[in-house]
C-alpha cells in the first residue's frame, strides 16, 4: 500500500509546486506594470480609454476599495483592469483574468470584478456622476442644450428601456422572462442631449413593461412636483408611455404633412438620443450587449449595469473618444419590448391627467409647427 501512495503524494506535491509557480508569474507580472507598456491602442482595444484616463479611474475609485494588507495581495489598479476589461468585452472570468499585465486566477478575477463593481455603485460615486438636474440653473442648461439642438423647448430629457441580457435565474424566473423569449434585466434610462446618462433603474425584471417600471421611478414624483410649482418642462418618450404633462409621447396616424406630422419628426428626431446613448452605452462596455449574457444572480447584473453607466458618463466627460467608430457601428438598440398600448390601459390615476396632458402636447404642436412657418 505505502507503494501506491508513494506515486500519488509525489503528484500532488508536483500539482501544488506548479500552482504556486503559477502564482509567482501572474504576481511578477503585475509588479513588472506589463498591462501599461502596451500602446495606447492596445489599452483602448482591452479597456475602452487610454492609460490617463485609466489612472483617474483608479484614483477616483481607490477610496472606495479595500487597501493590501500583505505584499501579495492584489493591488486596486489591477482589480480596476480586470474589470474593466470584463465590461468592455464581456469575456469569461477565466479569460479575463489571463489578459496580458493582468494575470490572476479565476477566482481572484472574480472577486476583483465584484469589488470594483460594489464600489462603482457606492452612494458617492452614483451620486457625482449619475444626478438627475435638481436646480433650476441645472434644469435650464440642459433645455437649451435640447432646444439648441432639435428647435424643442422645455424638454428635460429623454427616456427608454433596454434589455439586459441574463442567465436563467433560479428563483422567480417568471419576472425576467421577457416577451422576445429570453432572460433579462429591463433597464429605465434618462439622458440628456449631450447622451449623459441622468438617471438609471436596473431593479426590474424584464417581463416588467417600460410604463411600469416609470410609475415606480422617483424621478416620476419630481417631474410632478415641478409641473405642480409652475415650471414647464417635461420628458420625450415613446408611445408605450402613457401622455402626462411630464411626458410628451407620440401622435399616431398623424396625417401627412400636418401639425401633428411634424411634431412627431421633432419628437422622434430628439428622442433618438436616448437610442444613441444606450448604442454607445453598449459598444463600449459589450458585457451589456444581448449575445454577451452576464452569468450572475440578477441583483449582480443590475450592478454591473449602474457600473457601465457610471463609467459611460465619466467617459463622456473626459473625452469622446472612438466617437465615429461608436456612431458608426451603433447597434439596434429598441429592444425594450414597447408595444403601442391604448392610452386608456396605461392611465392608472386618472382621466384628468390625460386630458390636461394632451392638451399640454396640443399647444406644443401648434406653437413647433408655427414657428417652423416663421
Request: proline share 3%.
Amino acid at each position: 500500500m505505502a507503494r501506491l501512495a508513494l506515486p500519488v503524494i509525489i503528484l500532488r506535491r508536483n500539482r501544488a509546486l506548479q500552482l504556486k509557480q503559477r502564482r509567482n508569474e501572474r504576481r511578477m507580472m503585475r509588479y513588472m506594470d506589463k498591462a501599461f507598456s502596451m500602446s495606447d491602442d492596445e489599452l483602448r482595444a482591452n479597456y475602452r480609454v487610454d492609460k490617463d484616463f485609466i489612472e483617474e479611474i483608479i484614483n477616483e475609485l481607490k477610496p472606495y476599495m479595500q487597501c493590501p494588507k500583505r505584499r501579495s495581495d492584489i493591488s486596486p489598479k489591477y482589480k480596476i483592469l480586470v474589470a474593466l476589461s470584463f465590461y468592455a468585452t464581456g469575456s469569461y472570468q477565466r479569460l479575463v483574468g489571463g489578459t496580458y499585465g493582468t494575470l490572476m486566477s479565476q477566482q481572484s478575477a472574480s472577486r476583483a470584478i465584484r469589488e470594483v463593481t460594489d464600489a462603482l455603485n457606492n452612494h458617492n460615486i452614483l451620486g457625482k456622476w449619475i444626478r438627475f438636474p435638481q436646480t433650476r440653473q441645472e434644469r435650464d442648461a440642459i433645455k437649451r442644450r435640447f432646444y439648441e439642438k432639435f428647435n424643442i423647448p422645455a424638454v428635460l430629457g429623454c427616456i427608454d428601456g433596454t434589455h439586459i441580457s441574463i442567465v436563467r435565474p433560479t428563483e422567480n424566473e417568471e419576472r425576467f422572462f421577457n416577451r422576445k423569449h429570453f432572460h433579462s434585466r429591463n433597464v429605465l434610462i434618462v439622458c440628456d442631449a449631450d447622451l449623459n446618462i441622468l438617471s438609471v433603474d436596473a431593479s426590474f425584471g424584464g417581463a416588467s413593461h417600460d410604463s411600469f417600471i416609470w410609475n415606480q421611478h422617483p424621478v416620476k414624483n419630481h417631474m410632478i412636483s415641478l409641473i405642480s410649482s409652475g415650471e414647464n418642462v417635461y420628458l420625450l418618450g415613446d408611445s408605450g408611455y402613457a401622455q402626462r404633462e411630464y411626458m410628451m409621447t407620440p401622435i399616431l396616424n398623424a396625417d401627412m404633412n400636418s401639425a401633428e406630422e411634424y411634431y412627431n419628426k421633432l419628437h422622434c428626431s430628439a428622442r433618438n438620443t436616448v437610442e444613441r446613448t444606450i448604442g454607445r452605452l453598449k459598444n463600449r462596455w459589450r458585457c451589456l450587449l444581448g449575445h454577451r449574457v452576464l452569468h450572475y444572480h440578477p441583483n449582480r447584473a443590475g450592478k454591473i449595469t449602474i457600473a457601465c453607466c457610471v463609467l459611460h458618463n465619466m467617459c463622456n466627460k473626459r473625452y469622446d473618444f472612438m466617437h465615429e467608430e461608436l456612431e458608426d457601428n451603433a447597434i439596434q438598440t429598441d429592444d425594450s419590448g414597447n408595444i403601442s398600448i391604448p392610452e386608456e390601459r396605461l392611465n392608472v390615476t386618472s382621466a384628468a391627467e390625460l386630458r390636461r396632458g394632451i392638451e399640454k402636447r396640443t399647444a406644443l404642436v401648434q406653437h413647433l409647427f408655427a414657428a417652423r412657418i416663421m
